[in-house]
């Protein structure tokens, strides 16, 4: 998280590469996702930024969808471990417990891991911010059981989630609404 957040107004009167830079991660490893959405300027709040967000991610087609989720770390996998994760992903994982796990909960993650994404053709996403450890393995476990399009529907929906807390560690949320100004 930066040691201080931008405020709405610079936002707004940010360059499409300024906007890339500063937002192209809040879908993991997605600029695209922020390319779309800089076009939305200007934004009346933070929610403005993140619905802007959602909506983009609502609109794709299933293909687009998990095309997202595969962008998406295992948890707790091998990037984590190798120290390779994307700061925010790692103060996420962290957030979640997944850095302080046993030996024989690595391994179950590991495993239920390589399940799901041997059925399903991506890592599972869970906001790990909402989560601890233990409610991350029980809904894996879970999620296992649903279908294909449940599941690129539930993973989009947690990515959202992910995004929206992304976006309200950059923007201050506190700063004046655009309203009045438009």
Same mark, same amino acid.
């Given at each position: 998280?930066?040691?201080?957040?931008?405020?709405?107004?610079?936002?707004?009167?940010?360059?499409?590469?300024?906007?890339?830079?500063?937002?192209?991660?809040?879908?993991?490893?997605?600029?695209?996702?922020?390319?779309?959405?800089?076009?939305?300027?200007?934004?009346?709040?933070?929610?403005? *930024?993140?619905?802007?967000?959602? &909506?983009?991610?609502? @609109? #794709?087609?299933? !293909? =687009?969808?998990?095309? *997202?989720?595969?962008?998406?770390? &295992?948890?707790?996998? @091998? #990037?984590?471990? !190798? =120290?390779?994760?994307?700061?925010?992903?790692?103060?996420?994982?962290?957030?979640?417990? #997944?850095?302080?796990?046993?030996?024989?909960?690595?391994?179950?993650?590991?495993?239920?891991?390589?399940?799901?994404?041997?059925?399903?053709?991506?890592?599972?996403?869970?906001?790990?911010?909402?989560?601890?450890?233990?409610?991350?393995?029980?809904?894996?476990?879970?999620?296992?059981?649903?279908?294909?399009?449940?599941?690129?529907?539930?993973?989009?929906?947690?990515?959202?989630?992910?995004?929206?807390?992304?976006?309200?560690?950059?923007?201050?949320?506190?700063?004046?609404?655009?309203?009045?100004?438009?």
């Amino acid at each position: 998280m930066p040691s201080t957040q931008i405020p709405l107004k610079k936002v707004n009167k940010m360059t499409y590469e300024e906007f890339i830079r500063c937002f192209g991660n809040v879908v993991e490893h997605c600029s695209l996702c922020a390319a779309a959405v800089w076009r939305e300027r200007p934004f009346h709040d933070v929610q403005h *930024i993140a619905s802007s967000f959602g &909506d983009f991610i609502d @609109r #794709l087609p299933t !293909s =687009g969808k998990e095309g *997202i989720l595969r962008l998406h770390p &295992d948890l707790a996998g @091998r #990037l984590a471990q !190798s =120290g390779q994760l994307t700061s925010e992903s790692t103060r996420e994982q962290r957030s979640a417990g #997944l850095d302080k796990m046993s030996e024989e909960e690595r391994q179950r993650m590991s495993v239920l891991n390589k399940r799901y994404k041997d059925k399903f053709g991506f890592p599972f996403v869970i906001c790990a911010r909402e989560n601890k450890k233990d409610a991350i393995l029980k809904g894996l476990e879970e999620r296992l059981e649903n279908s294909q399009l449940t599941e690129a529907i539930t993973g989009a929906n947690e990515v959202k989630k992910i995004c929206r807390l992304r976006i309200l560690d950059l923007v201050n949320s506190d700063s004046q609404s655009t309203q009045s100004s438009l």
